[in-house]
């Protein structure tokens, strides 16, 4: 399964840097700070890396929060057999 997900990484990695390479003519980014001229290439690697980042960060605090939620209603449970019991 690890020797699929290296493969599949690789492919697009290599797609990446093909799109990188024939992608070179240069564009502005005016930040409020400051003004950026980069190349489109690395303009796109930014965009598909912060959209991963943020994709991946929104899907980890979706299953934390159900853990979460889950781990609540299973104490409340306990408490209440607990209680019950006694």
Not at 18 to 23: R, T
Not at 41 to 54: D, E, F, R, Y
């Amino acid at each position: 399964m690890r020797l699929l997900v290296i493969l599949i990484l690789l492919v697009f990695a290599a797609a990446g840097i093909v799109v990188g390479a024939l992608n070179a003519d240069m564009v502005n980014y005016d930040l409020v700070l400051a003004r950026v001229h980069v190349p489109k290439g690395a303009a796109l690697l930014c965009a598909l890396v912060i959209g991963w980042l943020l994709g991946g960060l929104t899907a980890w605090l979706g299953v934390i929060t159900r853990q979460r939620r889950e781990r609540r209603r299973q104490l409340r449970d306990n408490e209440k057999k607990l209680s019950a019991a006694a």
